[in-house]
């Protein structure tokens, strides 16, 4: 399955901060992502505000839509891992 998103940063604060708003693609929502130093690396907290599409809220039960969202965040911290570690321009990317 793929699926397109339009998103516009909303923050950004190296090495702390980093949020974008979905104005395109499945529900309108924002996700903020906040970095902080810990004992084995870093730890980083996850804040998800927003609405389902109302589709989505009559068909899939809301366990099924936070499971795919997890792993929908997951997914997008496996991503920026690698555009970081392989030093991506992220202002190109």
């Known amino acids: 399955m793929s ?8 923050a ?6 980093f949020a974008y708003k979905h104005v395109k693609g499945l529900g309108d929502y924002e996700t903020r992502f906040a970095f902080e130093p810990a004992e084995t690396g870093t730890r980083f907290t996850v804040w998800l505000e927003g609405d389902s599409p109302s589709i989505m809220t009559k068909l899939i039960p809301e366990a099924i839509q936070v499971r795919w969202v997890r ?3 997951a997914d997008e911290m496996n991503m920026l891992k690698e555009m970081l570690e392989s ?3 992220m202002a190109a990317a």
């Open 12 to 17: 950004y604060d190296p090495p702390r901060l």
């Open 87 to 89: 030093e991506v321009d």
């Open 3 to 10: 699926r397109t998103n339009t998103a516009v940063i909303t």
């Open 71 to 73: 792993k929908t965040v």
